[in-house]
Nanobody, 118 residues
């Protein structure tokens, strides 16, 4: 059974930090690119960060460049999103996503709320 289980969301003050984690099971994690998306109320889902299967390449949305870092540990089958200098505009439900271009297979985590507020 394929699972992406997220953790690390919550409430944080502006300027604070959070580390999101996503643990994978049921598929060959090391063959998949991993992504973090977010969706704020009333807005479309936005791609925040991507990391390739080997971790060689990473890409970020302009809105989070220099503040967020995506990383992965293929031995642990986990992907992470370190979020620093958080802003109220970062408030959203965050989702991890696994995607393999060769097969077009795609899996989603359950989503976890991140709220940035004083």
């Amino acid at each position: 059974q394929v699972q992406l289980v997220e953790s690390g969301g919550g409430l944080v003050q502006p300027g604070g930090s959070l580390r999101r984690s996503c643990a994978a099971s049921g598929f060959t994690f090391s063959r998949y690119s991993m992504k973090w998306y977010r969706q704020a109320p009333g807005k479309e889902r936005e791609l925040v960060a991507t990391i390739t299967s080997t971790g060689t390449n990473r890409n970020y949305a302009d809105s989070v460049k220099g503040r967020f870092t995506i990383s992965r540990d293929n031995a642990k089958k986990e992907v992470y999103l370190q979020m620093n200098n958080l802003k109220p505009s970062d408030t959203a439900v965050y989702y991890c996503n696994a995607y393999r271009d060769a097969t077009k297979y795609e899996y989603w985590g359950q989503g976890t709320q991140v709220t940035v507020s004083s």
